[in-house]
């Protein structure tokens, strides 16, 4: 019985972790250079598992509180729940923004040369019709409102898994090993915001708290493997795109591999990406929503359009860079949440109301080695923004 919720919850943290970053990583890393780009990655996993412990520890010492800022709220008091607040939604809506920008790309993808055929005049607005119709599809379902959708989530992201491995294992036989030796140390900062983007996995330990509810046990175990398989999976994933397309990667990863790895491997990778990445919209802008009408006592349907339209004026006056915009993400959620999971850790372990069943034993300092290093990366994220 405990193998199968290790399993499921496993699985559940995986397909959490595993979804719109995972596309840009490959594009991140090529710039940076293959071989320094797996070192980075792996001190990122390291320090990104670090954090989801921490934050499995503070959680299993707090009793009945299952979501991020009423945890703040409890250890922090109202000033700090309002931080947390502010960082949901500044990191909602880019992620939001990131959601649109690579589904428009997936859908153009699919269907942009069916379009210029049957209406020319889109031509030049492509991209924008295709996110208008990514748009229309997911505010759909969050206005809606969709029961189990965290099992979707799940579902596409593991077969998302298995795509990635579909397309390693065809990039096998045209992999040039030249590829690999290509370094520029200038995109060591930026492609700390990517990893850090395509590793985030702070809100699935909530969920992970609830299915292993009276299995706590589990939970380090769970979060441990996870995150060793993410790791696997990614580095598998760009080294067979970087191995086989260079520095001719896309930014969305697998557009465009069709050149060599076949029309229907493309199709099928960037069809399945799409689902992915229209269920992380949904699931996202859900929260958002909710977190509009239950904390901040939004109307429902004031909530429901404040979640779609806000990223799609952002794309309109000019915030359109994937690479950049999940970049600079990942590097400001990290810094804000290895700065909240410190906080609370010590907090915690003064005033926790449960006794934990593991406790995390690496050194205070360690974390804020960690806070110093994300920081660069958010400061040298902010200046190419800002550029």
């Avoid at 441990?224 to 790791?231: D, H, K, P, R």
């Amino acid at each position: 019985m405990k193998k199968k919720y290790l399993l499921y919850s496993t699985a559940s943290l995986i397909g959490y972790i595993i979804g719109a970053g995972i596309f840009g990583l490959p594009f991140a890393i090529q710039r940076l250079g293959f071989f320094p780009g797996v070192v980075l990655f792996g001190l990122l996993t390291l320090t990104t598992a670090l954090n989801c412990l921490s934050l499995g520890e503070i959680i299993l010492r707090t009793k009945g509180l299952n979501y991020f800022p009423n945890l703040v709220g409890f250890y922090l008091g109202k000033k700090g729940k309002l931080f947390e607040f502010i960082a949901l939604i500044v990191s909602g809506f880019g992620s939001i923004l990131a959601y649109y920008i690579l589904g428009g790309a997936f859908l153009n993808s699919l269907f942009g040369n069916l379009l210029s055929k049957m209406t020319p005049v889109l031509n030049n607005n492509k991209e924008l019709f295709f996110i208008i119709i990514f748009i229309l599809i997911g505010a759909l379902f969050i206005w809606r409102g969709i029961e189990e959708l965290g099992k979707v989530e799940l579902i596409m992201s593991l077969i998302l898994g298995l795509i990635i491995l579909v397309v390693s294992w065809k990039s096998f036989h045209k992999i040039n090993l030249n590829n690999y030796f290509d370094y520029n140390f200038d995109q060591l900062l930026p492609a700390i915001g990517v990893s850090l983007f395509a590793l985030d996995g702070i809100g699935g330990i909530f969920i992970l708290r609830n299915i292993l509810f009276k299995k706590e046990k589990l939970l380090e175990k769970s979060i441990l493997i996870s995150y060793i398989t993410v790791f696997i999976l990614s580095i598998i994933f760009c080294g067979s795109l970087v191995g086989v397309f260079g520095a001719s990667i896309d930014p969305a990863g697998v557009i465009g591999i069709g050149s060599k790895l076949g029309v229907s491997i493309e199709k099928g990778a960037t069809f399945f990406g799409f689902l992915a990445v229209l269920s992380s919209f949904i699931v996202v802008g859900s929260s958002l929503k909710n977190t509009f009408i239950f904390d901040f006592k939004f109307p429902a349907f004031y909530s429901w359009v404040v979640v779609w339209i806000f990223p799609l004026i952002f794309y309109i006056i000019g915030m359109d860079n994937f690479i950049l915009l999940i970049s600079l993400i990942g590097a400001f959620f990290g810094v804000v949440n290895t700065v909240l999971i410190t906080i609370l850790l010590k907090k915690a372990r003064e005033k926790g109301n449960r006794n934990p069943e593991f406790q995390i034993k690496t050194p205070y300092w360690i974390n804020l080695v960690i806070i110093i290093f994300y920081i660069f990366g958010l400061l040298s994220e902010i200046n190419i923004f800002l550029n």
